[in-house]
């Protein structure tokens, strides 16, 4: 049995139901379910016996302590976090809870579960912690792609928590001996996705009739790593990575986002073309950059290709496209999520008449 903490989040429960696709391995699920967390993700796995959900919050050390002592798992692999930037820059606090002060609680509840383990139990026991490549910081155009040895450099509240947090997990492994592996993801895009997030967010508002809101003058680059090639890269790091370890994880596909909405743009005009005949890229309005927003982050994989034999199975062509398709055959999920607290946020980042496609 494994335990996944934040599995009903959008990497999260993408994880989860991979796993229980590919494995017959049970997963205990304990999720806070906070704006993000979305118990109808997991849907498919109602009343499957190998699926344990369990509403709660990674800092309840008694109830991460109970879980651990009543499933007794093999594994734990830390999703949960607080994750986006424009957030953390509205209100850092729950950032700090959550990303530092919660993540240090799991690290202390495990580290007394590891500790009572017998060998055996020790020897396979991994603790898998997933960050990011904004720990990093930014890159100029032309710097090479971020490495596992590249220097913290984080720029926001959200980078410089998750940055905390793996300190803390390189910590425990070399103070306590705590098993640990840290995987540091680029940007990821695919179903599930709740749509706060530039994709997501441009879909749903394309359709919508709304405008695609773009910091700045969009283009600030990232690199694009579909969801599923996401979840094989960390099962594969849980399966054989080296202890202490680090691996980044990326898509090889570096673009700026004006070009990452035009390539939507283009494929919705071909799926599901405006009434009018207008192409969706006619929706695109330019909106006030983001305090501090980095201008490019891009992943060198190479070390998690080199030990561990991973590279991503999707290219950003077709994992854009199944992204689109699903969010055009998944409208029940949108509906239900994109609630009255969404459009409020979307309201308070990007200008209330800009968000909604209302006239100023």
Not at 252 to 279: F, K, Y
Request: proline share 6%.
């Amino acid at each position: 049995m494994i335990l996944v903490t934040g599995g009903a989040g959008f990497i999260g429960s993408n994880f989860v139901l991979d796993w229980i696709a590919q494995s017959d391995e049970p997963v205990i699920n304990l999720d806070v379910l906070t704006y993000a967390g979305n118990r109808e993700n997991l849907a498919t796995l109602d009343n499957n016996p190998r699926h344990v959900f369990v509403q709660g919050d990674i800092g309840d050390s008694e109830l991460v302590a109970r879980l651990l002592a009543e499933h007794q798992p093999r594994a734990v692999i830390n999703f949960a976090a607080e994750s986006h930037v424009d957030r953390s820059i509205h209100g850092p606090e729950d950032f700090i809870q959550t990303n530092i002060v919660g993540t240090f609680r799991l690290l202390e509840a495990v580290r007394a579960y590891y500790g009572q383990l017998p060998e055996s139990g020790k020897n396979a026991f991994r603790f898998l912690h997933v960050s990011t490549d904004e720990v990093y910081g930014s890159l100029t155009k032309d710097a090479p792609a971020f490495t596992e040895s590249h220097r913290y450099e984080p720029n926001s509240p959200y980078s410089a928590s998750k940055a905390a947090s793996d300190h803390l997990v390189r910590a425990y492994h070399h103070t306590y001996g705590l098993p640990v592996l840290t995987t540091n993801c680029s940007n990821n895009y695919g179903p599930y996705h709740f749509p706060e997030k530039l994709i997501p967010l441009c879909i749903l508002n394309a359709l919508a009739g709304k405008p695609l809101p773009i910091y700045g003058d969009g283009q600030q680059i990232r690199d694009w790593l579909y969801v599923k090639d996401h979840c094989s890269a960390i099962r594969r790091v849980l399966e054989a990575g080296r202890l202490g370890e680090v691996y980044n994880v990326g898509g090889w596909n570096e673009m700026p986002n004006l070009d990452v909405v035009h390539t939507l743009c283009a494929i919705l005009d071909e799926l599901s073309p405006r009434a009018d005949g207008q192409p969706y890229k006619t929706q695109i309005t330019y909106v006030t950059d983001r305090p501090g927003h980095d201008r490019r982050y891009a992943i060198d994989a190479s070390k998690l290709e080199r030990e561990l034999g991973w590279k991503p199975a999707e290219t950003f062509a077709t994992g854009i496209r199944k992204t689109v398709q699903w969010y055009l055959d998944n409208q029940p999920w949108v509906s239900n999520v994109t609630s009255g607290a969404y459009r409020d946020w979307l309201g308070k980042q990007y200008g209330t008449n800009e968000a909604r496609g209302e006239k100023q």
